[in-house]
């Protein structure tokens, strides 16, 4: 069973950057396709971007385009996002998420981490 744990959140001033990391353990993550995932309080959750199998195909949402990049290192079973020019609406509890068979339906979802945006 494969499980995915989040870190790397937490405080940061708007305009500032953190990078969080999804860790993978139980199973190699090199066949799945990663998406990463937020969800403010009293918001319904909401897609940041997402990393194919091989990293070679990224796409983002357009709130975060520019600003957040999604990388993973197969060989340290991870996947990273890394977040510029935060803005105090990108706070959020952030979660990394896989998908088995590259459709966009996601199997195995971590815990999440919490992003805070000071302004």
């Known amino acids: 069973q494969l499980q995915l744990v989040e870190s790397g959140g937490g405080l940061v001033q708007a305009g500032g950057s953190l990078r969080l990391s999804c860790a993978a353990s139980?199973?190699?993550?090199?066949?799945?396709?990663m998406g990463w995932f937020r969800q403010a309080p009293g918001k319904e959750r909401e897609f940041v971007g997402r990393i194919s199998s091989s990293g070679g195909y990224t796409m983002y949402a357009e709130s975060v385009k520019g600003r957040f990049t999604i990388s993973r290192d197969n060989a340290k079973n991870t996947v990273y996002l890394q977040m510029n020019s935060l803005k105090p609406e990108d706070t959020a509890i952030y979660a990394c998420?896989?998908?088995?068979?590259?459709?966009?339906?996601?199997?195995?979802w971590g815990p999440g981490t919490q992003v805070t945006v000071s302004s």
């Open positions: 998420a896989a998908d088995r068979h590259g459709l966009g339906g996601y199997d195995y």
């Open positions: 139980g199973g190699t993550i090199s066949n799945f396709a």
